[in-house]
């Protein structure tokens, strides 16, 4: 909802519950918590109970309604976004990411160590085997 259309309503029970709606919004792109996707939702019915109460014309109350929904509607295709991409390391698309980028450690440390096993080998195989003296000097 645009401030600009909140301050026109002069209504400051609307206009306390719209900055809780914001202050929803803030705390779950900070926190990443579903939990204010549900005081959202309490806020949100409240903010609707308030604009069917306030002395509006028709226009005003449907126009007010068509906003909050709008902002409702925005935050919880926000909130949907933020699970899939995943509200913390572990979960969602990140954890995915977390998970295939333990697999692709794992396989570079087998490979690490089958490699390091060849080079030693080798090494060992290269000391035995010793060129005769006379070839190397002349």
């Known amino acids: 909802m645009r401030l600009k259309n909140v301050q026109t309503i002069n ?7 719209i900055l809780q709606l914001r202050r929803n919004e803030k705390d779950f ?6 939990k204010y996707l549900t005081k959202f939702n309490g806020n949100f ?7 069917r109460q306030v002395d509006f014309s028709q226009s005003q ?10 902002y409702k509607r925005q935050f919880v ?3 949907a976004a933020r699970k899939t991409l995943g509200l913390t390391a572990d ?6 990411m977390l998970q295939q980028g333990n697999q692709t450690q ?4 087998e490979i690490n160590v089958t490699l390091q096993a060849h080079v030693a080998a080798e090494v060992s195989r290269c000391r035995c085997w010793r060129w005769p003296s006379s070839l190397l000097w002349h």
């Open 11 to 17: 209504s400051n029970e609307l206009y306390v519950r």
């Open 29 to 34: 792109i900070i926190r990443s918590n579903e």
């Open 45 to 51: 019915d409240k903010a609707v109970a308030v604009v």
């Open 61 to 70: 109350r449907q126009t007010t309604l068509d906003l909050l929904n709008d």
């Open 77 to 79: 295709a926000l909130v």
């Open 91 to 96: 979960t969602g698309l990140r954890g995915v």
């Open 106 to 109: 794992a396989t570079l440390d």
